[in-house]
Structure formats: C-alpha cells, structure tokens
C-alpha cells in the first residue's frame, strides 16, 4: 500500500489541511479513469476533423487555447483550419475569421476571463501562466511563464462588478506578483478593503507561510470555511 501522511493541521483561520491514505487500488481506479478520459478527447478530436466540414462546407476552425499554443504546427497539415490564434485571442475568436494563418500566440498576460457579473458571485482572473515545471504537468508550455495582472486593474473590476462575493482565481495565484515581489497577501488585504466577500481558488501550499496566513485571518472579509 502507497501512504500519505495521514493528519490534519488547523491553523485557527477556518480551513484545515487534511491528508489522507491512499492504497494501491485508489491508484489504479485513478489513472483507469484519466486514461479513459484522454481516450474520448482523442477520439472526440479525431472524429470532429471529419465531420464539421460534412456538415456546413462553408465552415471556418479556428483552432485555439492550450493545444495550439503548445504545439501549432501539428494543425498546419489539416486542410480545414484556417486560422490558429493560441490563448490569447480565444476570447475574440469573431475577429479572426476572415484572416489565416498564425494569427495570436503572444504570451503577455490579457483578461480572458468569460464569466459576466452576477448578483451572487464573480471570478476575477488575477494571474496566468506557472514557472513550476512539475514532471507530470503540461501547463508551463501551453500557458507560458507566470505573469500576473496589475493591482489597480483587478481592484478597478472588483469595484464595477455588482456580485456580493468575488472568488480570486489564476493557474499558480500563490505567485501572483506586484514588480518582482510575491503579493498575493497584498493584493487580498486591497480587496479586504472594498465591502465584499472574497474567496480563494485553489492555491500551492507553499504560499501558505506563516505570515500570509497571520495577515489572511485578519481579514474579516475572507470566506475560509
């Protein structure tokens, strides 16, 4: 049987960090399960190339997100795709119809978010991209290098959205930066300071020092439970 530590640690701010058993058979149902669902997307993929055509012959693919942006080349050999434009255009895909070739692939940090503003909650996208580097993870190469969106832009956008709760959102928000320097705190004590609720997306667990989690628990805006 593969072990994890098994335990819990509560640092008096709400959340707790649990970490659990994990046996070989959890594993094995694990990977079955991805594999499987790799398998669809490949075969999804595949049969998509042949079909939109047959289907509306006046019919123009963009390709974009994750896949063009890590290896383009690979849609040059479909005679369907007009277009490939990366992450970065995938949010004004109207606008690239009518041009081809390779239209976007700059890795600048843009506001991609789509979701729109509702009474409840809203996402606010703050950081894109990861220097991590992990052996299993593809992100770096198809999100790019970490770059994180500026202060005054996300408090500007917190204070026009009309949501009660706004959730902190990004691929490795724990290295959101201002300049040079790790910020996060900075920028959660910022939006302490305008009225609303505020949540926080996944994060790496190496963000959480002892410090960020001192200045976290005295913000009493902060959702932590």
């Given at each position: 049987m593969s072990e994890v530590l098994s335990g819990s640690t509560n640092y008096g701010i709400g959340c707790q960090i649990k970490l659990v058993q994990i046996t070989q058979t959890d594993m094995t149902s694990i990977f079955s399960w991805s594999l499987i669902a790799v398998l669809l997307m490949l075969l999804i993929s595949y049969l998509s190339k042949f079909f939109i055509k047959k289907l509306n012959k006046d019919a123009k693919i963009l390709v974009c997100g994750c896949a063009s942006q890590n290896n383009l080349e690979q849609f040059n050999t479909y005679d369907q795709v007009v277009g490939i434009i990366g992450n970065h255009g995938k949010h004004n895909i109207v606008e690239y119809l009518e041009h081809k070739g390779i239209l976007d692939m700059t890795e600048e940090y843009t506001n991609t978010a789509f979701a729109k503003s509702t009474r409840t909650r809203q996402y606010?996208?703050?950081q894109d991209g990861c220097n991590n580097?992990?052996?299993y993870c593809i992100i770096p190469y198809t999100r790019g290098r970490?770059?994180?969106?500026?202060l005054q832009d996300i408090i500007d956008e917190i204070r026009q959205s009309k949501a009660?709760?706004?959730i902190i959102t990004g691929?490795?928000?724990g290295d959101y930066r201002i300049g040079e320097q790790k910020a996060l705190i900075t920028l959660l004590e910022e939006v302490n300071k305008l009225g609303k609720r505020y949540r926080i997306s996944s994060i790496h667990c190496g963000a959480l020092t002892e410090d960020f989690l001192t200045r976290l628990k005295n913000s009493h805006r902060s959702c932590l439970q």
């Open positions: 606010i996208k703050v580097f992990c052996t970490s770059r994180s969106r500026d009660l709760e706004i691929i490795d928000i």
